[in-house]
């Protein structure tokens, strides 16, 4: 008996892959501190429990497949309030950003076609795309350059006749890039000049920081034919167990293929869909609070890492990751050796070896992500214990 090899393909998470290594680092008696994975320590609004708490129907039904209309309406207002009108024709509500992910290169992708993305992206696109059939072709970005891809010749130098999409996660995982307005509008034009979708993956939506306005392919109407804007609780409500995300697309004809994915997966958690209903309808000073203290611990996780001579990394302007290039040749090994053979004080630290988030061989091998998801006081000693540890490491 064979599997596929669609499935051979596939790699394991580089997120998790060193977790073994850390839970040995754990028995030993080590405290360490977690910055390479993106679940935020923030606590889920109330609304969430309290809506499921006074949901009274008898029997928990199946859901439309579309998603439960108190749910659409209630994204269709949180999208009012930045001026983008959508309908409910134009929502599907998935399993996380992750299944409108899977749903969409399902719809898009015959086997051998291609989709851009800026490298370093999230990693779990090679699943998405390659459950698709299809295939990844990165646009190589820099740590010198703050990570930033939207030059018309770069996205050009990549397409090719089996070119269907350009992905655009903004702002970014785990770069921490946002795209400005007009460099989505650079991005509109390309893609209509070359007839590709974009794929919006804008999960990180308002974790926008600094003086940057929250922005959205969905502003602009004049590639709304060829816009896919993903989306979801996870990150944006710190609800990532909830498993609620979202398809979102003026394209009817996308829309109604699409919806026979949908069918033939039922529906979402009815319960779940109840929560993330209440969620939406959190006013705006709900963000506000968020944004303030995720770019808090950016401006300390950014001071602590400028400690450390020879790294390279642009403060990044959203979402809640940085990369950054250390001085070591090679990230993965630091990483064991900070697991296995480092300690301050009982204490060491993990974050995620960014070679798991390029598609071209060789390259990420001297970087590392960071997810700023613990407070302040923590990320602050997690930062000066990398630090410690290139010292010991370097020295050996
Ligand atoms: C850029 C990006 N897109 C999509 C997802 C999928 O998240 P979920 O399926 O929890 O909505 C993630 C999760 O980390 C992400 O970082």
């Known amino acids: 008996m064979k599997l596929s090899e669609k499935v051979g393909a596939m790699q394991f998470s580089p997120i998790r892959k060193f977790n073994p290594i ?13 910055l390479n994975i993106g679940q935020p320590d923030v606590e889920t609004p109330d609304v969430f429990m309290d809506a499921i708490r006074t949901y009274e129907n008898k029997v928990i039904a199946y859901a439309e497949s579309g998603g439960l209309p108190i749910l659409q309406e209630s994204v269709i207002d949180y999208f009012k309030q930045y001026d983008i009108n959508f309908e409910k024709k134009d929502i599907i509500v998935t399993a996380g950003g992750s299944e409108a992910l899977t749903m969409t290169f399902i719809s898009l992708l015959n086997p051998g076609d291609e989709v851009l993305i800026a490298e370093p992206f999230y990693t779990n696109y090679h699943t998405f795309a390659t459950t698709a059939g299809g295939k990844v072709v990165p646009i190589t970005t820099k740590a010198e350059e703050g990570y930033h891809y939207a030059k018309r010749e770069q996205i050009e130098a990549k397409i090719t006749d089996r070119t269907k999409a350009i992905v655009c996660i903004t702002p970014g ?13 650079l991005i509109g034009e390309i893609a209509k000049e070359h007839d590709l ?58 829309m109604s293929n699409v919806m026979k994915v949908a069918q033939g997966r039922l529906c979402v958690s009815t319960v779940d869909q109840v929560g993330a209903a209440a969620l939406f309808k959190l006013p705006m000073s709900y ?16 001071e602590e890492l400028m400690k450390i001579p020879g790294v390279v990394c642009q403060k990044p302007g959203g979402a809640f990751y940085m990369t950054a290039k250390l001085p070591v040749d090679n990230v993965e090994d630091f990483l064991i050796f900070l697991l296995s ?56």
């Open 341 to 396: 053979e480092f300690d301050d004080n009982g204490e060491t630290v993990m974050f995620a070896p960014a070679e798991g988030f390029y598609a071209t061989p060789g390259l990420g091998k001297d970087e590392m992500r960071i997810a700023y998801v613990l407070n302040q006081a923590d990320m602050r000693r997690g930062v000066e214990l990398i630090r410690l540890g290139i010292e010991a490491y370097n020295k050996r």
């Open 22 to 34: 850390a839970q040995k680092a754990k028995d030993a008696g080590k405290k360490v501190y977690h």
């Open 287 to 302: 963000y506000d609070e968020v944004k303030a203290e995720y770019c808090g611990r950016r401006d300390v996780v950014y």
């Open 173 to 185: 995982n785990p770069t921490g890039t946002v795209l400005t307005l007009d460099e989505m509008k």
């Open 197 to 254: 979708w974009i794929i919006a993956d804008e999960v990180y939506r308002e974790f926008a920081y600094d003086d940057r306005k929250v922005t959205s392919f969905a502003m602009l109407p004049e590639y709304a034919d060829r816009v896919i804007v993903i989306d979801s609780v996870s990150k944006r409500f710190s609800a990532c167990g909830a498993r609620i995300g979202l398809l979102i697309s003026k394209n009817e004809e996308f």
